[in-house]
Nanobody, 118 residues
Framework: QVQLVESGGGLVQAGGSLSLSCVAS????????MGWYRQAPGKQRELVAT??????????NYAESVKGRFTISRDNAKNTVSLQMNSLKPEDTAVYYC?????????WGQGTQVTVSS
């Protein structure tokens, strides 16, 4: 089993910044992909950004809506993934979920609320 624990999030004004972090524990296999998804009220969960353990080639993937504003990073030794969110917009308001994909299975954190006021 894999456990994911998120931290960070909160309330910020439009144009501000927030940082999310996630620590993974348990039976973590490599290669794997860690990332962040979000779900706004009444909407489906959507990908925000992902990052792999692979160190060659393209290792990150971003939703078009966050490119240039969000940065994902990870520490493989500590099994952590972070999301730096800058220039936040009200439409970024959602519950953000940490994810880990390995051996054909997704694991999810409990989610953390990000609210951007206009």
């Amino acid at each position: 089993q894999v456990q994911l624990v998120e931290s960070g999030g909160g309330l910020v004004q439009a144009g501000g910044s927030l940082s999310l972090s996630c620590v993974a524990s348990g039976d973590i296999f490599t290669p794997n992909i860690m990332g962040w998804y979000r779900q706004a009220p009444g909407k489906q969960r959507e990908l925000v950004a992902t990052i792999t353990t692979i160190t060659t080639g393209r290792t990150t993937n971003y939703a078009e809506s966050v490119k240039g504003r969000f940065t994902i990073s990870r520490d493989n030794a500590k099994n952590t993934v972070s999301l730096q969110m800058n220039s936040l917009k009200p439409e970024d308001t959602a519950v953000y979920y940490c994810s880990l994909f390995t051996r054909g299975q997704f694991y999810w954190g409990q989610g953390t609320q990000v609210t951007v006021s206009s």
